[in-house]
């Protein structure tokens, strides 16, 4: 069983920079994979990022490729979502998400363990 707790949204200006935190208790980071998620209001949760288990291969969702970083911390047991270049359409709630089961998935029906949730606000 695994517990994950999020961190680090606020209000930020267009072009600013956030970094969400995702602490982990129960299995170590590196047994499962790890997935970032947002949804704004009236819409579907959307696939930002993950990090496979095993290997640890990195994808990004296309709308934000080379603005947002993900990684881990092993000895933190802690994941991160490190967010510059924001944009107004980053605008929603964002989640972290953890699966013992799938090497890769943009599904959230997929991830069994869910953080509650940090909000982040871009404003023009």
């Known amino acids: 069983q695994v517990q994950l707790v999020e961190s680090g949204g606020g209000l930020v200006q267009a072009g600013g920079s956030l970094r969400l935190s995702c602490a982990a208790s129960g299995r170590a980071v590196s047994r499962y994979t790890m997935g970032w998620f947002r949804q704004a209001p009236g819409k579907e949760r959307e696939f930002v990022a993950a990090i496979s288990r095993g290997a640890g291969s990195i994808y990004y969702a296309d709308s934000v490729k080379s603005r947002f970083t993900i990684s881990r911390d092993y000895a933190k047991n802690t994941g991160y979502l490190q967010m510059d270049s924001l944009k107004p359409e980053d605008t929603a709630v964002y989640y972290c998400?953890?699966?013992?089961?799938?090497?890769?998935?943009?599904?959230?029906?997929?991830?069994?363990?869910w953080g509650q949730g940090t909000q982040v606000t871009v404003s023009s």
């Open positions: 998400a953890a699966d013992g089961t799938v090497m890769f998935s943009r599904s959230p029906s997929d991830y069994v363990y």
